[in-house]
Nanobody
Framework: QVQLVESGGGLVQAGASLRLSCAAS????????MGWFRQAPGKEREFVAA????????YYADYVKGRFTISRDNAKNMAYLQMNSLKAEDTAGYYC????????????????????WGQGTQVTVSS
C-alpha cells in the first residue's frame, strides 16, 4: 500500500519552468516504479515520464522532447518532474502513479500498468 500526493503546480507563462513533487507514504517506496501522467479536459490520461525503482531507467513521451526530467529521492520518499520550456499545450492536471516493481527491469508506460494514483496537481501555461 502506498499513498501519493502531488504538489508544485500553478499558473505560469510559456517558457517558464516548474518542478512537480510527488510525496509517497509507506516504508517500501524504494521498490516502486513511478510514473507521471497528465490529463487535459476532454482527453484521455496520457503518459509523460516514468522511472524505475532504483532510478536507473527513465522513459519519456516523445512530445516532451528533452524538456522534462523525471527523478526520485528514495531516502525522502519523493519523486519529481522538472518541467522546462513549458508550452500552452502542456496545460493539464498532472498525476503521480506507482507500482511495486523492484529492480531496473523494463517497465510499463500505460495507465493500466500502475496500481496507485495521486489526486493530481494543475499546471496551466499561458501564452
Amino acid at each position: 500500500q502506498v499513498q501519493l500526493v502531488e504538489s508544485g503546480g500553478g499558473l505560469v507563462q510559456a517558457g517558464a519552468s516548474l518542478r512537480l513533487s510527488c510525496a509517497a507514504s509507506g516504508r517500501t517506496f524504494s521498490v516502486y516504479a513511478m510514473g507521471w501522467f497528465r490529463q487535459a479536459p476532454g482527453k484521455e490520461r496520457e503518459f509523460v515520464a516514468a522511472i524505475s525503482s532504483s532510478g536507473g531507467r527513465t522513459y519519456y513521451a516523445d512530445y516532451v522532447k528533452g524538456r522534462f526530467t523525471i527523478s526520485r529521492d528514495n531516502a525522502k520518499n519523493m519523486a519529481y518532474l522538472q518541467m522546462n520550456s513549458l508550452k500552452a499545450e502542456d496545460t493539464a492536471g498532472y498525476y503521480c502513479a506507482a507500482r511495486w516493481f523492484p529492480g531496473d527491469r523494463p517497465m510499463g508506460v500505460m495507465t493500466d500498468w500502475y496500481s496507485y494514483w495521486g489526486q493530481g496537481t494543475q499546471v496551466t501555461v499561458s501564452s
